[in-house]
């Protein structure tokens, strides 16, 4: 099965929040309400400062993906 890069999730427990997931490395969940970042796996610490510019271009296309589907829903 090939996997999308992006998936958006709520969760009932939190009925207030929306997740953007990133389901490659690095595999992170991104809450809308606040903007927090939590990351699904541990990182190593040699690659976190290679992964900080990653990670601002990953929330990037994290924000486009979301606009986009929310774009889709809006027009379905």
């Known amino acids: ?15 207030d ?6 389901l490659e490395f690095p595999r992170f969940l991104i809450n809308l309400k606040d903007d927090s970042v ?5 990182i190593e610490e040699e690659d976190q400062t290679e992964l900080e510019a990653e ?3 990953l929330i990037t296309l994290a924000g ?13």
């Open 55 to 57: 990670m601002e271009y």
């Open 64 to 76: 486009e993906f979301y606009d986009r589907e929310m774009e889709r829903y809006e027009n379905s």
């Open 38 to 42: 939590e990351f699904l796996e541990d």
């Open 17 to 22: 929040d929306i997740f953007i997931i990133h």
């Open 1 to 15: 099965m090939e996997l999308p890069k992006f998936v958006i999730g709520d969760n009932t427990d939190f009925p």
